[in-house]
């Protein structure tokens, strides 16, 4: 059994930055494959990032398109942790965030956390007039 509890997540701005964590417990043995989805309102859950650990190593890191060079999926081993740091947020990415596991041999992710919501929002905005 393994046990995944996610936070982190929150209200910001679109252009900021949020860092997810996801702490594992439980057999996590020597190899896993971890992933993060995410689930928008109102639409089915989606992939977003993943990799594999064994021996001690990262391998095969995935991401979306929709999320390759502002999303990383990195882990500290020490604290159990899985991360996924979030740059330059769009309001897209509102969307409750899910923290999955598996063996690297199985199809299914077959662990799962209880998610966290991150939430996009419009900046306030800066009012621009011209006049003649």
């Known amino acids: 059994q393994v046990q995944l509890v996610e936070s982190g997540g929150g209200v910001v701005e679109a252009g900021g930055s949020l860092r997810l964590s996801c702490v594992t417990s439980g057999d996590t043995s020597n190899q896993l494959t971890m992933a993060w989805f995410r689930q928008p309102p109102g639409k089915e859950r989606d992939f977003v990032a993943s990799?594999?650990?064994?021996?001690?190593?990262?391998?095969?890191?995935k991401y979306d398109e929709s999320v390759k060079g502002r999303f990383s999926i990195y882990r500290e081993n020490f604290k159990n942790t899985l991360y996924l740091q979030m740059n330059n947020l769009k309001p897209e990415d509102t969307a409750i965030y899910y923290c999955?596991?598996?063996?690297?041999?199985?199809?299914?992710?077959?662990?799962?956390?209880?998610?966290?919501?991150?939430?996009?929002?419009w900046g306030q905005g800066t009012q621009v007039t011209v006049s003649s």
């Open positions: 999955a596991a598996k063996s690297p041999e199985v199809s299914a992710y077959n662990y799962g956390g209880q998610g966290t919501q991150v939430t996009v929002s």
């Open positions: 990799h594999t650990w064994r021996r001690g190593r990262v391998y095969d890191a």
